[in-house]
């Protein structure tokens, strides 16, 4: 008991004394993304607050869903860099209008997108498969795994926002009646297994991924043309729900992938520098493939990636940050 | 004194180089041998298809009267047989039947392999110190490695579905089978071999008629755990696109859905206990059987 105490006594202290006569930033807790460009927005906050705000910066590891919950409900992290809002689109509403949450940066990555891919292979060998209608006519090219008479569509995993949507949609484009089946995928591990396999053998694989990522990248992943109009309240109110609260879903669109730098209200007022700073962060989904490329060929984390962002790339980041906190930065490196 | 609180660790740059000429190897394996491997173990995919298109086709009362069936044959004892019925009825009720019929398809299958290849490693084991030195530490790997490392190379060797689900189960579940039948047959009383020798028993008879009835309690031990392991690996299993009771477990793992992540796991408990129970009661069977026989 008594060294439990003294372990407290000395984290407060040690809190206390990193927090302590500095600027009014003080402890921030990023939400990390579980995934290579989620890491690397992440460890990139954290390396210009750390450096440039001076800030006592802690990471929080997890997904989209519980992250959202977290912040809505418990209010930590402070700052969540790389949000796909989509998927909990209402609760990030109602906690942005009760005036908890902000949406500091309304699109720091542009030009991303989500919905169903295909391998370099398919589009290189099949330049007739312009749009979905082309695709869905020819389910021989992407044979099923475990029933070679169908085609195979690589689901999103079990639990993501975007499995309800491939399932919506794949009922939509009456994709069973033309000869198509659902591959479960099981985890974003396995879909990524799957997207490896196939590009590395040069094979034809449809399914659904999303960019910019290391392996739309990497593997040159082809989005598929829709091809059709988009609705939004169809959207919000069939496709996105479960399978049987949408009885009668239409063909669509994919929606306009929404990604947001979200952040506590509290955090933003307290260090209105920092908010700036996230405010005007904001990348092309070029050059942020480039970093992502970076991490898969050196197998570097999103941390080493981030220094390298910073040593590589001050014209870009000299833009978002403050004249003194460019000097601090410079500084550090 | 930089050198006593640095590890003297492989630089940057070359331990790089070194995991990335590991990856690469392995890639350009895969891209030379990867349709050779999956073509080789098209036979077994073809089975699981098959037997779980079975199990799905077979009309659910049916089913339900084979397992009452297996259970009273095996066991002879109406409360195990019973307890299988509601547990099924149960499973079915709540909708997890489909779920249900596919995670049996992969342990019936997985089970086979693990009790096919781990009794005649178990027993080349009890025979050989040799082979016990070299298969032990291989045991102990296949234990404790963490299941996504070696679900990677199956993955980029096989694609996910179900074969390498199957091959990540078998690596995990075999080893208690295998320790189990080497211990079973290393424990055999010495006096009732010698007993055997004396009788003039060849070595297969020895082990046949001797060695493995002894040696039933600690291999149906094996058989429990093996059983129990697998249906514990189906949650892992289907991380990688293997149908069943592990995916809705998933799906409700990353929603939070609290009551489907309790039901699945519960029916995937009962799965376990009505295998095991029948199982273990054909086990003791059979050596009450043996038993009074010597009597």
Redesign the interface.
């Given at each position: 008991m008594k060294k439990q105490m003294l372990s407290a006594a000395l984290l407060v202290a040690s809190s206390t004394s990193f927090a302590g006569g500095h600027s009014s930033c003080g402890d921030v807790v990023i939400g990390e993304m579980n995934w290579a460009s989620g890491e690397f927005l992440a460890q990139l906050d954290g390396f210009i607050m750390t450096e440039g705000y001076q800030c006592n910066v802690e990471y929080l590891t997890a997904?989209t869903?519980p992250q959202i919950?977290s912040m809505t409900e418990k209010g930590t992290p402070d700052v969540a860099s790389e949000l796909w809002a989509n998927a909990a689109a209402l609760a990030i509403d109602a906690a942005v209008e009760e005036n908890r949450l902000v949406k500091l940066n309304p699109a720091p990555i542009t030009g991303a997108g989500e919905g169903w891919m295909m391998s370099a292979a398919a589009a290189a060998a099949h330049p007739e498969l312009k749009t979905i209608d082309d695709v869905i006519a020819r389910p021989d090219l992407f044979p099923h795994?475990?029933?070679p008479t169908k085609g195979g569509l690589h689901n999103c995993?079990?639990?993501?926002g975007c499995q309800l949507v491939t399932d919506n949609l794949f009922r939509a484009f009456d994709m069973e009646a033309k000869g198509w089946k659902l591959?479960?995928?099981?985890?974003g591990?396995?879909?990524d297994?799957?997207i490896?396999?196939?590009s590395?053998?040069e094979q034809n694989w449809l399914g659904y991924y999303w960019a910019p990522t290391t392996l739309a990248g990497k593997y040159n992943l082809k989005l598929v043309d829709y091809n059709s109009g988009f609705d939004q309240e169809h959207w919000d109110t069939c496709i996105v729900k479960p399978v049987e609260e949408c009885d009668n879903p239409q063909r669509s669109n994919w929606t306009k992938s929404e990604i947001v730098s979200l952040a506590q209200v509290d955090f933003a007022t307290r260090a209105p520098q920092v908010a700036e700073y996230i405010t005007k962060r904001t990348f092309d989904a070029d050059l942020l493939n480039k970093y992502l490329t970076y991490m898969d060929?050196?197998?570097a984390s999103g941390e080493e990636a981030a220094i390298e962002f910073m040593l590589n790339e001050e014209a870009v980041w000299s833009t978002w940050v403050s004249e003194d906190a460019a000097k601090a930065i410079n500084k550090s490196l | 004194m930089d050198w006593l609180t640095e590890f003297p660790e492989l630089g940057r740059r070359d331990l790089?180089d070194f995991?990335?000429g590991i990856?690469e190897s392995f890639?350009s394996f895969?891209?030379t041998y990867?349709?050779a491997i999956e073509s080789f173990f098209d036979p077994l995919?073809q089975f699981l298809?098959w037997l779980e298109r079975l199990l799905l086709a077979t009309p659910w009362p049916l089913f339900i009267i084979v397992v009452a069936g297996l259970g009273w044959l095996a066991s002879r004892n109406i409360k195990i047989v019973i307890g299988s019925v509601i547990s099924l009825f149960l499973i079915g009720y709540l909708g997890m039947w489909e779920d249900t019929m596919s995670t049996v398809s992969i342990i019936v299958v997985c089970t086979m392999l693990c009790i096919g290849l781990g009794l005649p490693i178990g027993i080349l084991m009890s025979r050989s110190d040799r082979a016990q030195r070299i298969v032990t530490p291989i045991l102990d790997v296949m234990q404790t490695i963490p299941s996504?490392v070696y679900?990677?190379p199956v993955?980029?060797?096989l694609?996910?579905?179900?074969v390498p689900g199957l091959i990540s189960v078998v690596i995990y579940a075999i080893p208690p089978m295998i320790r189990l039948t080497n211990l079973g047959i290393r424990l055999v009383d010495k006096e009732v071999l010698e007993a055997a020798d004396a009788f003039g028993a060849s070595p297969w008879q020895k082990l046949v008629q001797v060695q493995i009835p002894l040696a039933l309690p600690n291999i149906f031990a094996g058989v429990n755990q093996t059983i129990m392991m697998s249906l514990a690996m189906v949650v892992i299993a289907?991380?990688?696109?293997?149908?069943g009771l592990?995916?809705?477990v998933?799906?409700?793992?990353?929603?939070?859905y609290l009551a489907m992540g309790l039901l699945n796991g519960l029916a995937i408990v009962a799965l376990a206990i009505i295998f095991d129970r029948i199982s273990q009661s054909y086990g003791e069977r059979l050596q009450k059987y043996r038993g009074d026989r010597g009597e």
């Open positions: 997904g869903m919950t795994p475990e029933d995993p079990s639990g993501w591959i479960d995928t099981g985890s591990a396995g879909l297994g799957s490896v396999k196939a590395e053998r060929d050196n197998q | 790089r995991r990335k990856d890639k895969t891209r990867g349709e995919l298809i996504f679900l990677i993955v980029m060797l694609g996910i579905g179900k289907s991380m990688i696109g293997v149908t592990g995916q809705p998933l799906k409700a793992i990353s929603n939070q």
